[in-house]
């Protein structure tokens, strides 16, 4: 579904990503597995074109989004849920939700998907008319994966949904997240919960220094000496 093929990507002068490849087959969960400063997010930015590679392609089936400006990527149903769940703070719940509908498609069946969303995230529909700013650290990150939903998303990204949040709050969201792909949606996973990650992905990968070092199943990985010293404190 998603191929991204021999990629570089820059912040100015400094390099990040060097060579990077790496496929996404439809209805999958693939992580991206990795310390802070090794290129997860970077990674989604250049698929979102938030970033421009300095070589290589990405191609979501036969259509390459590397030559495309962001607000066209969502058209394709690439959709990008960010660190940090950037909501408008000021803005109501339901605002925020409607903000990820503003392309043709998900314009027109915008009442539809909102429903949907309030019936994954009962809680937002209590709070659709509260700000943003009034909610807590879960349900932002709740809202902000409604949001991406609002765009009829083909394949999501999400850059450490679990960041700030309770345990208890972690298995929730995990949760949904498997429940959205189980309903048709293909997911790109950055997360620093490398062990429940590994559980719950098909495939991940492992980024050092902007390089994939590393690929398999989640269960391969999880028994990989390299990752368990690296990443699982065993």
Known sequence: MLKVKNIDVSYGDLQVLWDLSFEIAEGEIVVLVGANGA???TVIKAISSLLTPTQGSIHLHDT????L???KIIQHGVVHVPEGRRLFPNMSV???LVLGSLHGEAKAKRDETLEYVF?????LKERRKQSAETLSGGEQQMAAIGRGLMSLPKIMMFDEPSLGLAPILVQEIFAMIQKINQEGVTILLVEQNVKQTLAMCHRAYVLENG??????SGNELSQSPAVKEAFLGI
């Open 119 to 123: 019936e994954l995230f009962p809680r």
């Open 94 to 96: 339901e605002e925020n």
């Open 39 to 41: 290129g997860k997010s």
């Open 211 to 216: 390089r994939i070092t590393l690929e398999g």
């Open 69 to 71: 400006p962001s607000h």
């Open 64 to 67: 390459r989004l590397d030559l």
